[in-house]
């Protein structure tokens, strides 16, 4: 039977498909939400339920309920309207005590509903877990899963509707070849799995194998040169090749830590018969000082060819993907902070960042820095004032466009027991941005109590 032609189709059965293909769109997207939603549920039980029969961990778990006012919830640049968000949560953490297996976890599951629908009731979820045991001498087996809620655009503005929850599973054996008393071999291979939650985001499997020689030269000072080879493929059916060849270095002063690497990497990015290869300097570095016995300083770098499934933005948490723009990139990443307490029991945390992401595939660059601030004090034995503010400074090549983001918050903290605690915050955020339609102004109040149940 011939079929006739999309154009003469009637206006009933066009409309009749693009029903269908909606509903499509949306049992994909409750499909991928629902399999994450229960991955992180899945995962937070089995932790809470195995983490005190391993290796003698401490527990710790807080339940906790909040209501949070806004006068824009949707932080909108115009018809700004106003919404309760009422959210519900468990906190839990646990370190268990020194063994052949040893292991930590943090996390937080939430769940929040809106009064006036401003967005649909959802779950969030933020977890670390990391894991490793000696399986034998010098051979050792890690675990880790790291839960993150994510930007889709790093353009757009901050909401519910812009977030994907990020998943982040890896594990895999490593192996101390000792050849003497300052030499060591490490050979270490690892699987790693990156799911997103919403479904058009882009899910990857990743093998990684590495090698490296270390030498103490000193009882302060080490190095060596390590060469790491990973592949990467993605749902979407490209593949990404990073061989990485780096010199490594640790230096220990009385005060000081100092370490970090310095190389060269080559990343292959292919897809079908097409593929494209770029090439750069790489390297980290960390260095820590203690100032004096209350003051601390420290300052991280990284630079990196990777892709948007990596781990780097949970590295680096000022650092952030735009998941609806190249998939291989090249990352750059530093940031400096000052902690400080002082006599009164009061302390000051202080931090600058700066960072950047080219596109290779579009060879734009998106950049941006910030500082943060944050001023924490007790009033009494029961309760404690704090205050912060952030900035951020961002620029996207691809419409020429620049943000400024503040932010600012007063809260206070009162112990009624030592199991029950109330909170009250008040904040402030405005946006300003060369495109109208990303500015906003919003106000908020938060009002919460938590008990600890252990």
């Excluded at 939400?33 to 995962?43: A, D, F, G, K, N």
């Excluded at 370190?95 to 937080?108: A, H, I, K, L, M």
């Excluded at 593949?239 to 970090?260: A, E, H, Q, R, Y």
């Excluded at 190249?326 to 750059?332: G, K, N, Q, R």
Aim: charged letters at 25%; glycine letters at 6%; hydrophobic letters at 35%.
């Amino acid at each position: 039977m011939e079929k006739s032609h999309p154009l003469l189709w009637s206006k009933q059965q066009r409309l009749s498909i693009q029903i269908s293909l909606l509903e499509q769109s949306s049992m994909a997207n409750r499909m991928g939400e629902r399999m994450l939603r229960t991955h992180s549920l899945s995962l937070f039980a089995f932790v809470l339920a195995f983490a005190p029969v391993v290796g003698g961990a401490q527990l710790e778990v807080i339940g906790g309920q909040s209501l949070r006012h806004s006068d824009n919830a949707r932080k909108a640049a115009t018809n700004e309207k106003s919404d309760q968000e009422s959210r519900t949560y468990v906190m839990a953490a646990f370190v268990s005590d020194p063994g052949r297996c040893n292991g930590s976890f943090e996390g937080t599951l939430g769940y929040s509903s809106w009064l006036d629908d401003a967005y649909g009731n959802e779950t969030d979820a933020n977890m670390d877990l990391e894991s490793q045991c000696e399986l034998a001498r010098n051979f050792f087996w890690s675990l880790n899963n790291n839960l993150r809620e994510v930007s889709q655009d790093s353009t757009q503005t901050q909401t519910p509707e812009n977030r994907t929850r990020k998943n982040l599973f890896s594990t895999g054996p490593r192996y101390m070849w000792r050849l003497g008393s300052a030499d060591a071999l490490v050979f270490d291979a690892k699987y790693e799995n990156t799911e997103f939650s919403e479904p058009d985001e882009t899910d990857s499997e990743r093998y990684i194998g590495s090698m490296a020689w270390t030498r103490l030269i000193s009882q302060t000072l080490s190095g060596g040169i390590s060469a790491v080879a990973s592949r990467t493929e993605l749902d979407s059916g490209a593949d990404i090749d990073v061989k990485t060849v780096k010199v490594t270095f640790n230096k220990v002063w009385p005060t000081t830590v100092l370490s970090g690497s310095l190389g060269i990497s080559e990343l292959e990015t292919s897809f079908g018969s097409t593929s494209e290869t770029n090439d750069g300097i790489v390297g980290e570095l960390e260095l820590t000082r203690a100032l004096n016995p209350s003051t601390s300083w420290y300052l991280r770098a990284a630079r990196e060819l990777t892709d948007r499934t990596s781990s780097f933005d949970i590295r680096f948490d000022d650092f952030e993907f735009n998941l609806n723009e190249s998939i291989s990139v090249e990352t750059t990443a530093l940031s400096t902070g000052v902690d400080k307490v002082f006599s009164d029991r009061s302390s000051l945390n202080a931090r600058v960042f700066v960072n950047q992401t080219d596109l290779l595939e579009t060879n734009e660059l998106e950049e941006s820095a910030g500082l943060g601030l944050r001023y924490s004090r007790s009033l009494n034995e029961l309760l404690t004032a704090y205050t912060g503010i952030d900035y951020r400074y961002s620029s996207y090549e691809q419409d020429q466009s620049d943000d400024e983001t503040i932010n600012l918050e007063l809260g206070i903290d009162y112990l009624m027991s030592r199991e029950l605690k109330v909170y009250g915050k008040l904040g402030y955020e405005q946006k300003d941005s060369d495109v109208p339609t990303r500015e906003f102004q919003e106000s908020w109040a938060l009002f919460g109590i938590e008990y600890r149940f252990r």
